[in-house]
């Protein structure tokens, strides 16, 4: 972070992420979280950052994506059995697992999130940006219809 002079703009906060999370923030992230949980679970963690960011700020989730391709290398069939692998592991041990960009659209609709835009990352996964469009704590049981049809645009 201070490489990139962001230390002043930057908090790092351990808590617990199933209760309410410190308040204010522009950008709340979710890095590779979202698939060691059920639906249910994954739901609650999006709301909670949802609840913290209020209206209009977003949520960052970087997940490996379902039906993603991420490179077409000699590795590649390895990479996806991998994945696969990987995959039924946390299906069976916590009923999480990856989802396709629209499932986990619908989860974050739920949330009271909209989807903004996702971006294939170069080494792999997708950073998927949500917006907060209901007033934090509204206590909805759903959330806005979800627009999973979006460009996907590499960064970098």
């Known amino acids: 972070m201070a490489d990139q002079g962001l230390t002043d703009r930057t908090d790092v906060v351990v808590a617990d992420m199933f209760s309410a999370l410190p308040p204010g923030g ?44 991420t490179h077409d290398s000699p590795t590649a069939s ?29 989860l974050a609709a739920r949330a009271g999130l909209t989807l903004g835009s996702c971006s294939l990352l170069p080494a792999g996964g997708s950073i998927v940006e949500f917006r907060v469009v209901e007033p934090a704590g509204s206590g909805a049981a759903d959330g806005p219809a979800s627009t999973t049809e979006r460009i996907r645009e590499p960064l970098g």
Do not use: F, P, Q
């Open 26 to 69: 522009d950008v709340y992230l979710l890095s590779r979280v979202i698939a060691d949980w059920n639906d249910e679970h994954a739901t609650v963690l999006l709301r909670r950052c949802a609840e913290a960011a209020g209206a209009g700020n977003r949520v960052l989730v970087a997940e490996r994506l379902m039906g993603e391709d």
């Open 78 to 106: 390895v990479d996806r059995r991998v994945a696969t692998a990987h995959d039924l592991r946390m299906l069976v041990l916590t009923g999480g697992g990856k989802r396709t960009l629209a499932h986990l659209g619908d």
